[in-house]
């Protein structure tokens, strides 16, 4: 079975200021990669995966991620970050039977 | 929107109870999971269906039940329901296993008292 690890439970950052989600993981096989993000009251949303190819992965919202295989991370980012960004973010693997998804981290946009 | 329909959107009722959790997944999806969330327990995997047959148990009690029938539409049944099962309830599709992602609907709410 896989863990998926999400370093931080909170990030505070201040509007306009780049951020960076930590996300590990234990597999060191070929697995898929995702980032969900959750809006109060709402279902999970799909923000990026990477499936293959280039490690650098961009996603919706100017958000992007980037896959480091021996690092076993996926780390993601977003250069400037706005009001709208505050929400929760989840890291989640597919090892090719199911699903894994990390504990979350709560970002906080702060005008 | 994901296209995943899921209802109803909240419930209410009290401890000892049965209710059930209805899930459409996206047209075309042929797997449908079951997700439960709450403060301190996170996202917790509980059943995944592919194609009407059950296909990986994670984390689900022995009262509470799911099937997927043959339109693809699935129920999550929890039977003598406790205090401590009020949580948001997920069901996410996805096209096929693997590397499809999952796409969530919007959950149910449910709240025991």
């Known amino acids: 079975a896989q863990s998926v690890t999400q370093l931080d439970s909170q990030v505070p950052v201040f509007e306009e200021a780049p951020v960076e989600l930590r996300c590990n993981y234990s597999s060191s096989v070929s697995v898929y990669l995702f980032w969900y993000v959750q809006y109060p009251n709402q279902g999970l949303q799909l923000l990026l995966k990477?499936?293959?190819?280039?490690?650098l992965v961009k996603g919706i919202n100017g958000f992007e991620a980037e896959f480091n295989k021996s690092q076993t991370s996926f780390h993601l980012r977003k250069p400037s970050v706005h009001i709208s960004d505050t929400a929760e973010y989840f890291c989640a693997v597919n090892d090719f039977s199911q699903f894994y998804f990390g504990t979350g981290t709560s970002l906080t946009v702060i005008p | 929107d994901s296209g995943v329909t899921q209802t109803p959107k909240h419930l209410i009722t009290a401890t000892g109870q049965r209710v059930t959790l209805r899930c459409s997944p996206r047209?075309?999806?042929?797997?449908v999971y079951w997700y439960q969330q709450s403060l301190d327990q996170g996202l917790q995997f509980l059943i995944h269906y592919y194609n009407g047959e059950e296909r990986a148990k994670g984390n689900i009690l022995e009262r509470f039940s799911a099937q997927q029938f043959p339109d693809l539409h699935s129920e999550l049944n929890l039977s003598s329901l406790e205090l401590g099962d009020s949580a948001l309830y997920f069901c996410a599709s996805s096209a096929v296993e693997g590397n499809s992602p999952l796409h969530f609907g919007n959950g149910t709410r449910l709240t025991v008292t």
């Open positions: 990477y499936l293959s190819g280039s490690t």
């Open positions: 047209s075309g999806d042929l797997s």
